[in-house]
């Protein structure tokens, strides 16, 4: 695998090595088109709701905002910096908790433009992917997909961003990337994705919402 920088990834005792990704077919694409991949997001409507949702869940959006690069379709991710209490160090799409009154729209374009400056005008929301709960931050996240007309230029808007990425969808496409791991035991274990990137890695909530897309984005090249 490649390097993955230096992310402190809190393994249970319990874990094994997990199959290949359903896009094992694509592996080693070097460029993924964006437009089949947005009318492909757009055809599917409103996302699913997640299999499990806690009570006590916030509800929660986040962007994923995707443009045209030198290898086809590219995501715009940051990472959280390391003086932050929950996830510090993780690497995730711009986003944070609804304020009251807010849509998940709404809350994805705010949250963006306040975390990378972000300009919203500059945002063609296409659609959703399927809505997640997650356990350790009790969110409930609607992953809203955007079409930016060109490469943005970014920079963090608030101390709880230490890098702004720039990822081609065909990086996480690498053999040397991706890898599912299963967490706990076999009758409780729960499936988590990883993206071993030179420098970071991808995991949790935000590596679960690039399977989805990378499942879209490869569905379209059979």
Known sequence: ??????????????????????WAHALGTPTVPLDPLLD???????????????????????????????????VVLTRRARHMRNHSGEVSF???RLDPGETPVEAALREAEEEVCLDPATVEVVGELDHLSTIVSRSHIVPIVGRLRERPEL????TEVDRILYVP???????????????????MARSVYFFFLDDETVWGATGRMLVQLLDIATS???
């Not at 992310?7 to 990704?21: A, V």
């Not at 920079?155 to 608030?158: C, E, I, L, S, V």
């Open 40 to 74: 492909a997001v757009r055809a599917r409507g409103a996302g699913l709701p997640p299999v499990a949702r806690f009570d006590d869940a916030r509800n929660s959006a986040v962007l994923v905002a995707l443009y045209d690069g030198e290898c086809g379709a590219e």
């Open 155 to 158: 920079r963090a808007g608030t």
């Open 1 to 22: 695998m490649r390097p993955g920088g230096d992310q402190q990834i809190p393994r249970p005792p319990l874990w094994r090595p997990g199959g290949d990704p359903a």
């Open 220 to 222: 379209v090249l059979r």
């Open 94 to 96: 711009p986003g944070g």
């Open 169 to 187: 969808l065909a990086e996480l496409l690498r053999r040397d990337t991706f890898r599912e791991e299963h967490w706990g035991t076999d009758e």
